[in-house]
């Protein structure tokens, strides 16, 4: 035990806002579960989105191994962060201890859902409505962040859901806060441009907004920009999104 806390850093602020932007700013990530018959570790590449809440949420196909794997045991370890130029290790990355939550295709969330997935990759149109498909929502329970050589921290599921009284009044209004954004700014693309420091002359849209931030794409780069602190009131989501825009 004395040997593991040496090489762990306390939690602080800096490493709760890497962890969550690792997790929801992710187009995808690694899946591990364990095989029903044989009960070894399988790992698997899913596309990811977001719930209102951060929690991160799944597409799969009754037919995948993954899907049998968790309907027989919804414990899973979902990996994410991508690596840059150079050493790969170098790079921050989080695996974070997940229950999966299967949602019901009847259900308001599921709806929630399905537009919120849609706004991040809207090429999933093609199979979403298939009667073997469904959603998984990976609520997390613990999380190990690697920030790079030498920065390791252990975090707690709370640390990557957000907890704010309002997300269910964002949910319903998170079209109109876009519109009203570029409506109040013709040309927020050009300031997420600057923002993320995309490629030049790349088109950027917000493909989702909640109480902790938004989230930004343009072509397959998608990018997370987390608020210093959760909102409680819908209204105060567009000038903060201004703000940090600009």
Not at 61 to 78: I, N, V, Y
């Amino acid at each position: 035990m004395k040997d593991r806390a040496s090489v762990l850093r306390e939690t602080d602020d800096e490493a709760r806002t890497l962890a969550r932007i690792l997790l929801r700013g992710a187009r995808y990530g690694s899946l591990a579960v364990l095989d029903p018959e044989t009960g070894f570790p399988v790992a698997s590449r899913v596309l990811l989105g977001t719930d209102i809440d951060g929690v991160p949420v799944i597409l799969v196909s009754a037919l995948s191994a993954h899907t049998k794997a968790l309907d027989a045991d919804p414990r899973l370890s979902l990996l994410t962060g991508e690596p840059g130029n150079g050493d790969p290790l170098a790079h921050p990355r989080l695996t974070t201890q997940c229950i999966a939550e299967p949602v019901d295709r009847e259900s308001a969330v599921h709806e929630r859902i399905r537009t919120r997935f849609l706004d991040r990759h809207a090429k999933a149109k093609l199979y979403i409505d298939f009667a073997d498909f469904r959603f998984f929502r990976l609520v997390p329970q613990s999380a190990s962040l690697n920030g790079g050589f030498g920065r390791a921290y252990i975090l707690e599921g709370a640390d990557l859901v957000i907890l704010s009284a309002a997300n269910e009044a964002v949910a319903a209004q998170a079209q109109r806060i876009v519109q009203d954004l570029l409506e109040r700014d013709p040309n927020l693309s050009e300031a997420l441009a600057r923002l993320f420091k995309g490629p030049y002359g790349a088109a950027w849209r917000i493909c989702g907004v909640d109480c902790g931030g938004f989230d930004a794409i343009s072509g397959d780069l998608l990018r997370r920009c987390e608020f210093k602190a959760p909102v409680d009131d819908p209204a105060d989501i567009v000038s903060h999104i201004s703000k940090t825009a600009y």
